[in-house]
């Protein structure tokens, strides 16, 4: 009776270490199940984060895309403002050809006015010169008429005075006189004309 006695303690004991131990476990599973609950959680949590994530990467590639495009656009039209660019300076060098050809013509026609001025100058005093040489031999010439004809004048008046009972005679010799006063006249005109011509120089 001892020996079943003992026996039943003995697997009393054990029972009540097996309860112990099953409780153990049961709160350990608890514990588990909750930590898996947590976990469940922050693993949705993360697939949730992850889904943004990948919309984000999405948006970012799309984006990425875009701007490849825009570079790819923007590196053509800088080929073809280059382009342009080389275009216009070629344009602008014949420009330069086109001003400094005019500036040389501009020069060589300043130095042909200048040449050109010269000799007009150069025509004009010889003109002056000419001019006066000329009116001086006129001056000369029509004083000398002058004198010639005060000369004539002279001789018909000596000749009036030789044949006074000719009557037709002295009506001839006036007429010849008028008619030499005339002259002088118009001599004395042409020298004044051509004095005053001479000042206007």
């Known amino acids: 009776g001892y020996r079943a006695v003992e026996v039943i303690q003995t697997w009393s004991s054990e029972v009540k270490l097996l309860k112990t131990i099953f409780v153990e476990e ?10 898996l609950g947590e976990e469940k959680d922050k693993n949705e949590h993360y697939k949730t984060m992850l889904a943004k994530e990948k919309d984000k990467a999405e948006h970012h590639k799309n ?9 790819k656009r923007l590196k053509t039209m800088l080929v073809e403002e280059k382009d342009k660019n080389k275009h216009h300076k070629i344009i602008l060098e014949e420009e330069k050809d086109k001003n400094e050809r005019l500036k040389t013509m501009l020069s060589e026609e300043k130095v042909k ?16 010169r000419l001019q006066l040489r000329l009116h001086g031999e006129e001056k000369d010439k029509n004083e000398l008429l002058k ?24 009506l001839g010799l006036q007429r010849v006189h008028t008619r030499l006063d005339e002259c002088i006249a118009l001599i004395d005109r042409i020298t004044q004309k051509d004095t005053v011509f001479l000042e206007m120089l």
């Open 26 to 35: 049961k709160d350990r599973n608890e514990h588990l199940k909750t930590m």
């Open 113 to 128: 006015n200048e040449h050109l001025k010269s000799m007009l100058a150069e025509e004009k005093d010889k003109n002056e």
């Open 147 to 170: 004198t010639m004809l005060a000369e004539k004048k002279d001789k018909n008046d000596r000749l009036q005075l030789s044949f006074p009972k000719n009557e037709h005679l002295p």
């Open 63 to 71: 984006m990425l895309e875009e701007e490849k495009d825009n570079n």
